[in-house]
T-cell receptor, first 112, second 114 residues
Framework: TQLLEQSPQFLSIQEGENLTVYCNSS?????LQWYRQEPGEGPVLLVT?????EVKKLKRLTFQFGDARKDSSLHITAAQPGDTGLYLC????????????FGEGTQLTVNP | DSGVTQTPKHLITATGQRVTLRCSPR?????VYWYQQSLDQGLQFLIQ???????AKGNILERFSAQQFPDLHSELNLSSLELGDSALYFC?????????????FGPGTRLTVL
């Protein structure tokens, strides 16, 4: 069974601060996705990383896939209250079309 | 808007009852996934269908069943409901031909069992 551990579980920061969320596993994933979920709504796909060492940027969000494809990080620069939400990482196994394994999520609160 | 639709948005029922949740995937997506999300257990994969056939099973109870119809919409049936079945139920779909299994989620159905 593939497991993904996210840390921290909860994060409360002030507007303008930087933060990093981590997603770790002992398993290798063919790709890893990050989702953001707001209360009462479905998760929204932010990015997919597929190559070891890959870095992708989405405005103030920077996503990195570990060299061994076992871990990933999400860094937010100058956080804003609109960034508040539950951030989920999800890994796809080595088999094409295989199901996603989701982490428990990081609940981020950005205070104005 | 992800393009995935789910009905109903909210459902309140009593223990022992049976309910059906409906999902329509994005146009062209053949795969449909069902997830349960509760406060203490996060997002749990239940079952996957691909073009009408069951593809993978996760932590789905025997009281729960699903199917995908020829028009690709899917239904999740929950029977003999218990208080602990109260949760958000999400459907997701993914495009064919991609190895990355990117999934697009619907808005969810909030089930409350009283």
């Amino acid at each position: 069974t593939q497991l993904l551990e996210q840390s921290p579980q909860f994060l409360s920061i002030q507007e303008g601060e930087n933060l990093t969320v981590y997603c770790n596993s002992s398993s290798v994933f063919s790709s890893l996705q990050w989702y953001r979920q707001e209360p009462g709504e479905g998760p929204v796909l932010l990015v997919t990383v597929v190559t070891g060492g890959e870095v992708k940027k989405l405005k103030r969000l920077t996503f990195q896939f570990g060299d061994a494809r076992k871990d990933s990080s999400l860094h937010i620069t100058a956080a804003q209250p609109g960034d508040t939400g539950l951030y989920l990482c999800a890994g796809a196994g080595e088999t094409s079309g295989s199901r996603l394994t989701f982490g428990e999520g990081t609940q981020l609160t950005v205070n104005p | 808007d992800s393009g995935v639709t789910q009905t109903p948005k909210h459902l309140i029922t009593a223990t022992g009852q049976r309910v059906t949740l409906r999902c329509s995937p994005r146009s062209g997506d053949l795969s449909v996934y069902w997830y349960q999300q509760s406060l203490d257990q996060g997002l749990q994969f239940l079952i996957q269908y691909y073009n009408g056939e069951e593809r993978a099973k996760g932590n789905i109870l025997e009281r729960f069943s699903a199917q995908q119809f020829p028009d690709l919409h899917s239904e999740l049936n929950l029977s003999s409901l218990e208080l602990g079945d109260s949760a958000l139920y999400f459907c997701a779909s993914s495009p064919s031909g991609t190895p990355y299994n990117e999934q697009f989620f619907g808005p969810g159905t909030r089930l409350t069992v009283l």
